[in-house]
Nanobody
Framework: QVQLVESGGGLVQPGGSLRLSCAAS????????MGWYRQAPGKQRELVAI???????NYTDSVKGRFAISRDNAKNTIYLQMNSLKPEDTAVYFC????????WGQGTQVTVSS
């Protein structure tokens, strides 16, 4: 019923940058929390960054200082600016929305490799 669509993934060399976007649509009455998760092959899905409706953010330790999450509430869209990318950042990145229930996007592949 609620759709989250990620975009912006791709292949980048170590030290490079990517910007992910996630647009939410559907029957959404209240968006309190959105975030990005990632899942590497053979590993559990992990939280990368979250942002509240008033702009407060939190990051997992491994991306602090390199990634920045932001949101445009009017557009129901969040972004993840990823700088100084490392091979360890390679994963499928998923957008997440909590609005009474939790919703997931389809994921976008980020590959960091030389």
């Amino acid at each position: 019923q609620v759709q989250l669509v990620e975009s912006g993934g791709g292949l980048v060399q170590p030290g490079g940058s990517l910007r992910l976007s996630c647009a939410a649509s559907g029957s959404i009455f209240s968006i309190n929390l959105m975030g990005w998760y990632r899942q590497a092959p053979g590993k559990q899905r992990e939280l990368v960054a979250i942002i509240t409706s008033d702009g407060r953010t939190n990051y997992t330790d491994s991306v602090k200082g390199r990634f920045a999450i932001s949101r445009d509430n009017a557009k129901n869209t969040i972004y993840l600016q990823m700088n100084s990318l490392k091979p360890e950042d390679t994963a499928v990145y998923f957008c997440n929305l909590y609005a009474g229930q939790t919703y997931w996007g389809q994921g976008t592949q980020v590959t960091v490799s030389s």
